[in-house]
């Protein structure tokens, strides 16, 4: 049996915080707001696992009005997740991301992002994709104003 999951996010950039995709510092010269350390990929594949298992979202397992979450590293929260799928029986048969946003340029830093996804979500490097665009200069992200973030999976049921 397959779950098909679907996930998305979206965090404003702000002046004095690090930048984090995919659990890597990126070197950049804003962060993205929000109540967590404000991975918008690792919060779109949360919800993307989320919703391929039919248990609500994000906010609903982490509310952005806990104190426990305030600035947490979005990879205990994967983590966490993790842990919900493999007790519904489930792994990761693939996974696919992408990251929208016209600055920083992420090439350099996408294996290794799908490398940290991979380690937690207890899967092979191969069954996890992390890409990177722009929208050319068009909208929120071509203005630099944030970054967006996209993920499709299938969870497989285990034998």
């Given amino acids: 049996m397959i ?27 804003k962060g ?8 918008v990929l690792i919060h779109a594949i949360i919800d993307a696992i989320l919703g391929a298992l039919a248990l609500g979202d994000i906010g609903q397992h982490f509310p952005d009005n806990e104190k426990k979450y305030l600035n947490i590293n979005s990879m205990i929260l994967l983590e966490n ?10 792994e990761i048969g693939n996974l696919d991301s992408i990251i929208v946003a016209q ?7 996408l ?6 996804i991979s380690n937690v979500l207890k899967t092979d490097i191969s ?6 665009t722009t929208e050319e200069k068009l909208g929120f992200t071509g203005k630099e104003e944030g970054i967006k973030s996209y993920c499709v999976l299938i969870l497989n049921k285990k034998k």
Avoid: W
């Fill in 3 to 29: 779950r098909i999951g679907n996930g998305y996010d979206v965090h404003k950039f702000i002046e004095g915080r690090k930048l984090i995709l995919g659990g890597v510092d990126i070197l950049h010269t």
């Fill in 32 to 39: 993205l707001l929000g109540h967590s350390d404000a991975d």
């Fill in 81 to 90: 997740v993790e842990k919900l799928m493999e007790k519904e029986g489930y």
């Fill in 103 to 109: 600055n920083p340029k992420l090439k350099d830093y």
């Fill in 111 to 116: 294996f290794q992002m799908r490398k940290n």
């Fill in 127 to 132: 069954n996890i994709n992390v890409k990177a």
